[in-house]
């Protein structure tokens, strides 16, 4: 292998590095759930590697009950997953793509994909052994 080719390996790792450091940045700095909408949501599903959905309403109670603990772990788990938020009422097109019936649903897209599913006002806690077991490999049911 010559000099140049080894030079030329060597740009394109450091250049690799240097995307996966900005988009570890870029993930760090949310802190908040997205708000994702018919036109923008299968674009931000493909975006991040670990992505929560909560399908909700504004006149729903239980919707209310679990949205501060969304915000709550959107902070706690800021650069490891990323929160969304689909108000149902506003984005049918979504709702009806993946089946939602009742709300809150939430769903864990990892890569893209469904990975978990949780119908109704769920605990942190409940919320949070769903995600932990998302971050360490333990994919349960739907991976």
Known sequence: MSDDEIEAINQRKMADLQKAAAEKAALSAIKQPLTLTDSNFN???????????????????????VAPVIDQ????????VVFGKVNVDENQIIANKFGIQSIPTMMVFKNGKVVDVMIGAMPKPQIEMKIKQQLSGNSGIYG
């Open 73 to 80: 772990l959107a902070k706690d788990y800021s650069g490891r």
């Open 43 to 65: 674009a931000e599903v493909s975006r991040y590697p670990i992505l929560v959905v909560d399908f909700w309403a504004p006149w729903c109670g239980p919707c209310r009950m």
